[in-house]
């Protein structure tokens, strides 16, 4: 028997995060809110972290990720930097996201 490695992707400006194939995002009408879907789990994810997640397209690399959310929200890109960043690894850690 063999065992299975999993190695971490560890995000990086140029990486592309994706939700990953059994990973949804889904509103919820009862609630009022949007939901991450995962096999027996389920997030609810606050309104910076749903702009974050609805990004996770595959089209944008971290560095455009991090201008667009800079643009909206009239942040400094070198302020919340850190924070997508650290978002972005804890949920590829997680394996909802894929780098």
């Not at 997030?43 to 643009?71: T, Y």
Request: hydrophobic share 45%; glycine share 2%; with cysteine.
């Amino acid at each position: 028997m063999t065992a299975t490695v999993r190695s971490r992707a560890i995000v990086s400006m140029q990486s592309r995060p994706v939700l990953k194939r059994h990973v949804r995002l889904q509103y919820d009408g009862v609630r009022e809110a949007w939901a991450l879907l995962s096999p027996e789990k389920i997030f609810w994810p606050n309104e910076v972290s749903l702009d974050i997640l609805r990004l996770c397209n595959g089209r944008h690399n971290v560095a455009q990720m991090i201008a667009l959310l800079a643009d909206q929200y009239t942040a400094e890109q070198e302020e919340i930097t850190p924070d997508i960043s650290a978002f972005l690894q804890e949920w590829s850690d997680k394996f909802l996201v894929s780098l």
